[in-house]
Each structure stands twice: as structure tokens, then as C-alpha cells.
């Protein structure tokens, strides 16, 4: 009666486990929806909400830094490639934006690595990464 009664406790605790696991990969997609949809239409004020409090008290972005991504229009951004640890938080993803400048209509793509922690406590993913720099050049 007890091994029934251990290996019935045994269950419920691997099935909480999957549970959480499964609830912060499911907030990271939307994390990840979220950004990418804000990054295509170019809501970087929004996408900036997502990214991770401490990097924007360490790094505000002035007007006319956030006035410079009104000069662009992003026309793609896709997943080359990603990693998630969920037992330690972390999570990367890299892309490519294809960003074109509105004053010389000229088209370029960037490369950009997403980087993202999960919160425990907010319940939540942040990107640690900041916005992507789109005059970089890479």
C-alpha cells in the first residue's frame, strides 16, 4: 500500500514538472511572437517593453536613439536558428531582419541574436539582448 502510495506522489510531482516546463516554453513562444510581430511592424517602443528591466535601467535609449529606428521599415525577419535551457532559464534564438532605409529605399539584412532569461517570479521571458542595432552592417 505505501510503494502504491509513493509511486502515485511520484507521478503527480513529474507531471507538475512537465507542467511548469511546458508553461515556460509556452510563454517563450508567445515572448518570442510578441517580438517579432513588434520588430516587423516596426512597434520598437513596444518591442522594447519586452526586453528585460534591468537592460533598460542600465541602457535607456534616448529620443533621438528611438527616433532613428523611424528611418527603417522592416521588411522580414526570420528564425535562422535556436537553443532553449529550460532547467537554467535561458533561452537564444538567431535571425535575420531584412531592414530598408526610407530616405534611399536601399535594402540590407542584418543578423541578430535574440537572448532571453525567464523570470521566475514575473512568470515571465525577458530579452536580455536590447534592441537589434540595424545600423550595424552585419
Do not use: K
Not at 509556452?26 to 537592460?55: C, H, K, M, T
Amino acid at each position: 500500500m505505501r510503494l502504491l502510495q509513493f509511486l502515485l506522489l511520484a507521478c503527480v510531482l513529474a507531471l507538475g514538472a512537465c507542467a511548469s516546463g511546458s508553461s515556460a516554453r509556452d510563454a517563450l513562444e508567445r515572448a518570442q511572437y510578441a517580438w517579432s510581430g513588434a520588430i516587423r511592424w516596426g512597434d520598437f517602443a513596444g518591442a522594447r517593453n519586452l526586453v528585460d528591466p534591468e537592460v533598460r535601467a542600465a541602457r535607456p535609449l534616448s529620443e533621438m536613439e528611438m527616433a532613428r529606428y523611424e528611418q527603417v521599415q522592416v521588411s522580414s525577419y526570420r528564425s535562422t536558428g535556436a537553443s532553449t535551457d529550460l532547467d537554467a532559464g535561458l533561452a537564444a534564438r538567431e535571425v535575420r531582419i531584412g531592414v530598408i532605409n526610407r530616405h534611399t529605399m536601399a535594402e540590407r539584412e542584418v543578423a541578430y541574436r535574440e537572448q532571453w532569461r525567464w523570470d521566475e517570479q514575473a512568470g515571465t521571458w525577458w530579452l536580455t539582448s536590447d534592441l537589434p542595432d540595424l545600423w550595424s552592417g552585419r
